[in-house]
């Protein structure tokens, strides 16, 4: 078995990554983007792919959630939760004042926002595609820095300058395992499910009252736009239970007579 994750090593995918081989006894394959990721499930080059999809402080992971749209035939097969604890990290020799610029995702840039302002002012902050491709550019320009976790960091060869430097104590970002095979109920479950509807008032209203009537608990719900014409969205729906669960499975046929579209993305385990 393989698992693909967003690389190169030293990423926080990489580390819970490493983490679930481990458990399953794979291997593991870096790719470069979370589109490649995704990509490399659908293709069957790996048996699961990696990927995070929201950030308890930054909120959703919308190339994720967008790429869940595209790909029809992928399941969500498990969710992790995985607690993020970043750290500045330099080139042996830099102090804290010489540095001039800060390599990071813009995810973890955004986690560490007021500690920039505060610690760093006036620094230049350059988004890159992963945390490990920001001690990449670290490593190769005078007075700059990365933000990433110290064990990736430090795997480089860059010096732990400050840790827990994220703006908030509770920072954890869920991440979902992406495959091809269902998963059978397990008594504690999770759905997920993308919908679009008509452009008329109440449409919302409507599809959401068939999950309040069965007593179905909804644990997020997120709109992004269609690409294909403005002003289009389809929604993404997480709940509590299995899809083949019978209050679950009458109240998606309820919502499938008010969508334009439906689409159950998985029913998983819930990693809390």
């Known amino acids: 078995m393989k698992i693909a994750y967003l690389g190169?090593?030293?990423?926080?995918?990489?580390?819970?990554?490493?983490?679930?081989?481990?458990?399953?006894?794979?291997?593991?394959?870096?790719?470069?983007?979370?589109?490649?990721?995704?990509m490399a499930v659908s293709r069957g080059e790996v048996e699961l792919g990696l990927v995070p999809v929201e950030n308890s402080l930054?909120?959703?992971?919308?190339?994720?959630?967008?790429?869940?749209?595209?790909?029809?035939?992928?399941?969500?097969?498990?969710?992790?939760?995985?607690p993020i604890r970043h750290s500045l990290l330099a080139p042996a020799g830099v102090s804290m004042g010489e540095i001039e610029e800060v390599f990071s995702h813009p995810q973890s840039l955004g986690q560490c926002r007021r500690y920039l302002r505060q610690r760093l002012p006036g620094v230049r902050q350059t988004p890159c595609s992963s945390n490990a491709s920001a001690f990449l550019q670290a490593l190769k320009k005078p007075r700059a820095a990365a933000i990433g976790s110290s064990r990736g960091g430090q795997s480089y060869g860059l010096v732990l300058l400050e840790e827990n430097i994220q703006d908030?104590?509770?920072?954890?970002?869920?991440?979902?395992?992406?495959?091809?095979?269902?998963?059978?109920?397990?008594?504690?479950?999770?759905?997920?499910?993308?919908?679009?509807l008509k452009d008329e008032p109440g449409s919302l209203y409507r599809l959401l009252?068939?999950?309040?009537?069965?007593?179905?608990?909804?644990?997020?719900?997120?709109?992004r736009p269609s690409r294909k014409r403005l002003g289009e969205y389809i929604f993404f729906l997480d709940l509590e239970g299995h899809s083949s669960d019978q209050r679950v499975a009458q109240a998606l046929r309820g919502a499938r007579a008010e969508a334009l579209s439906c689409k159950v993305l998985g029913s998983y385990p819930r990693a809390f």
Do not use: C, W
């Open 209 to 223: 009252g068939h999950f309040a009537r069965q007593k179905i608990n909804l644990t997020k719900i997120k709109s």
């Open 58 to 82: 930054e909120g959703s992971v919308n190339v994720t959630l967008d790429m869940l749209g595209q790909v029809e035939e992928l399941q969500i097969t498990g969710e992790r939760i995985y």
């Open 168 to 196: 908030e104590e509770e920072n954890y970002t869920r991440f979902l395992l992406l495959g091809k095979e269902k998963q059978g109920p397990t008594g504690r479950d999770k759905t997920s499910l993308l919908f679009s």
């Open 8 to 38: 190169p090593a030293g990423t926080y995918s990489g580390e819970l990554a490493e983490e679930l081989a481990g458990e399953l006894k794979a291997a593991t394959v870096p790719y470069p983007e979370l589109e490649a990721v995704v």
